[in-house]
């Protein structure tokens, strides 16, 4: 399965390369790159789509792991260098249940680690899509050929890295937060599509070619908890349709499924307290003051700091509301659940209490909601870059749908609440401030009427280090963190993988005595900071 990921990577690095002219199947060839957004494309049956993206500016590409209802998926990479999907077109566009050949829409947006997390991180997101019209005409009646490549023989996995095979299905295994989980599934009798993960898990990277039986779906944990790997079947039947527009087959459900317990890093952080709380939230709210009808989103219960042997238990929730003035409290919601995660769109001020097997929990921040704004982010537009290294000065600015003043708000990595950091004038609705980014921020703007969008600037470490040295120098490195953040110094000498070698709680210096060229990198939970080489010279 190394091989298909070295594969994988090589594949990335050539997409740049001009369309062919013919597909190894015999069919034709269309190629679709980053500058084809909102194109239409109409092929024949028997035609292969080559889908390019190059890298995004954050984060990874995902989507395209399956085709449209006629457009099958043989090969699927994505990771951050970029996106390289293969899809046949099997037959005409009927679908559905329809005679008729209609459009079918691939798409792909941006996923961010942050995302994954219990309390999900607001960063930008951006897309890709086109559309493609299988035209009329025979369906493609062969099948994928394969030729299996089989299991290479195993390699030493990155340290902390849980390797999970088919055996592995419906069994339970155990990673640390700072670790990460391979799903390998080989043979060319399986048909499973790239794997997906509930809540806690982000998907770094995909490595799938039907055509040599292999695939590969790394993850990575985000929070400390329970989540579930799953995998459907995705047939190339499934995609044959007749002259109704009916499949030949049923792509069936679930495939292979495996539950991944995440455990803390360190000993010290599985005996902290546990934290049973609730939280109201608004989704374009930083103060909790929201136009009526706009969404607000209530979640909590009994957060385990450690998984252990036991699984999480479920618990009877309720959410109830109460309009201000009001002294009575209405049911809204009940689930049982190891953790309650709802929303409601009130048209008044309104209150929030959850229950818990039928204890009122306490809120983490505030419990209520005002209606007073103007639904949505009334055409706000806010900007700043998701991601920047420790120390930096950047840019927030945007266009307020307001003249007058605009209030800048933010909220700092363990802050419950927005403060208000600047006051701007806004003569002609622009605006424009700076910040230095020296932790993780959540920003936001808002005028007398109504607020933004929240938006997120994530802080990257950075290590600093000699580029040349002498064998046998003190070597001096010095990593910049967010305060308080847990945060990973990996080194690889020639000839090896990555290993962490250093541990700091925020910014700290270390040294080394050169024997070797070294390259290393920082890590935090969130992000991960660009790598350096300390070079030995005679």
Same mark, same amino acid.
């Given at each position: ?22 597909? &190894?199947?015999?069919? @034709? ?17 028997? $035609? ?7 890298? @995004? ?5 995902? !989507? ?28 005409? !566009? ?12 691939? #798409? ?6 942050? +995302?994954?997390?219990?309390?999900? /991180? ?18 493609? &009646?062969?099948?994928?050929? /394969?030729?299996?490549? !089989? ?80 995998? $459907?079947?995705?047939?190339? =039947? ?10 030949? =087959? ?17 000993? *010290?952080? =599985? ?6 709380? +609730? ?15 706009? *969404? ?26 109460? @309009? ?33 097997? !039928? ?20 055409? +706000?537009?806010?900007? *700043?870059?998701?991601? &920047? ?5 950047? #840019? ?94 990996? +080194? ?33 939970? #969130? ?12």
């Amino acid at each position: 399965m190394r091989r298909l990921l070295l594969a994988a990577l090589l594949c990335l690095t050539a997409l740049a390369v001009p369309v062919t002219a013919q597909a &190894a199947t015999g069919g @034709p060839v269309v190629r679709l790159i980053d500058a084809d957004s909102g194109r239409t494309v109409h092929v024949a049956p028997g $035609t292969r789509i080559e889908v390019r993206l190059g890298a @995004p500016q954050s984060g990874v590409w995902v !989507g395209l792991e399956r085709g449209g209802p006629t457009l099958h998926v043989v090969r699927h990479v994505a990771n951050g260098a970029g996106l390289a999907v293969d899809l046949d077109a099997v037959s005409p !566009g009927r679908y559905g249940g329809s005679s008729e050949v209609r459009p079918q829409v691939l #798409s792909a947006q941006t996923d961010l680690a942050c +995302f994954h997390a219990r309390y999900p /991180c607001l960063p930008p997101s951006y897309g890709w899509s086109a559309v493609v019209v299988v035209d009329d005409g025979p369906s493609d &009646a062969t099948d994928l050929a /394969c030729t299996p490549a !089989g299991r290479p023989t195993p390699t030493a996995a990155p340290e902390g890295q849980v390797v999970v095979g088919p055996e592995d299905d419906g069994a339970t295994v155990t990673v640390a937060l700072d670790g990460s989980v391979a799903l390998q599934l080989d043979g060319c009798d399986r048909s499973d599509a790239p794997a997906v993960a509930t809540t806690g898990l982000f998907r770094a990277g995909t490595a799938m070619d039907r055509e040599h039986g292999q695939a590969e779906t790394v993850l990575r944990p985000v929070d400390a908890g329970t989540a579930t790997v799953t995998t $459907t079947p995705d047939p190339r =039947c499934a995609h044959r349709t007749d002259a109704a527009g009916a499949a030949s =087959c049923s792509p069936g459900r679930t495939s292979f499924s495996v539950t991944v317990r995440v455990l803390p890093t360190t000993y *010290a952080a =599985c005996h902290r307290p546990a934290y049973e709380a +609730f939280r109201v939230g608004a989704g374009y709210s930083s103060t909790n003051r929201i136009g009526a009808g706009d *969404a607000v989103s209530i979640a909590g219960g009994h957060s385990y700091p450690c998984v252990t042997a036991p699984p999480e238990p479920e618990h009877d929730f309720l959410l109830q509301s109460q @309009p201000v003035g009001s002294s009575t409290w209405t049911d809204l919601d009940a689930q049982h659940a190891t953790s309650y995660v709802g929303s409601d769109h009130p048209t008044t001020s309104t209150r929030y209490r959850l229950l818990q097997d !039928g204890r009122v929990l306490p809120a983490d921040g505030e419990d209520s909601v005002v209606v007073d704004r103007v639904s949505g982010s009334c055409g +706000f537009t806010l900007y *700043a870059y998701p991601y &920047a290294e420790v120390g930096r000065t950047i #840019s927030l600015g945007g266009s307020s749908p307001d003249t007058g003043t605009v209030r800048i708000l933010f909220r700092k990595r363990g802050q419950d609440r927005f403060t208000v950091r600047r006051t701007i004038a806004t003569p002609d609705h622009a605006f424009r401030t700076s910040f230095v980014v020296d932790d993780d921020y959540r920003w936001a703007a808002q005028t007398d009427r109504c607020d933004s969008a929240q938006g997120t600037t994530q802080a990257v470490p950075v290590v600093t280090g000699p580029a040349r040295v002498h064998r046998g120098d003190t070597v001096r490195l010095t990593v910049k963190a967010p305060v308080g953040a847990r945060t990973l110094l990996f +080194f690889r000498g020639p000839g090896e993988p990555y290993a962490p070698r250093r541990v700091f709680t925020g910014p700290g210096t270390t040294t080394y005595v050169a024997t070797t060229d070294q390259r290393y990198y920082p890590r935090t939970s #969130s992000t991960q900071g660009t790598g350096r080489l300390t070079q030995v010279v005679r």
